[in-house]
């Protein structure tokens, strides 16, 4: 899933984590491999994310945070950053979806969107 905006460009690359979910008890882990590409022309520093993630059963839990797995990074014009997180959910499918408070040197702030992607078992949807 790959979103731009405002020259932040987001995509995001979900992947289940067979090693960390014990679906008898109704725990389904998956990571989220994110990379931020500055495509614009100005640095951006993020600065908070915001998270919407839905399980197939319909709960919405929504994650708020300051920067990302400890950091705030700056991104000058042509940068990218890529981290990876994760998220544990009840069922074995769900979504996510979000954005990233940005901010500018000149203080202009402005979301980040992170389009929504799914999160399945591998080969459970045809």
Known sequence: MKTTTEG???TV???YWAERSLPEAGQFAFTYTVEIANLGTEPARLQS???VITDADGR?????GEGV???KPELAP???FRYTSWVMLRTPFGTMR???QMARRSAEQF?????EFPLTLPYALH
């Open 8 to 10: 932040i460009e987001v």
């Open 13 to 15: 690359t979900p992947e």
């Open 49 to 51: 994310r915001h998270w």
């Open 60 to 64: 919405v839990e929504e994650v708020r």
């Open 69 to 71: 797995v400890g950091q």
């Open 78 to 80: 042509g940068q990218r």
């Open 98 to 100: 979000g954005s990233y």
């Open 111 to 115: 979301e980040a969107q992170i389009g």
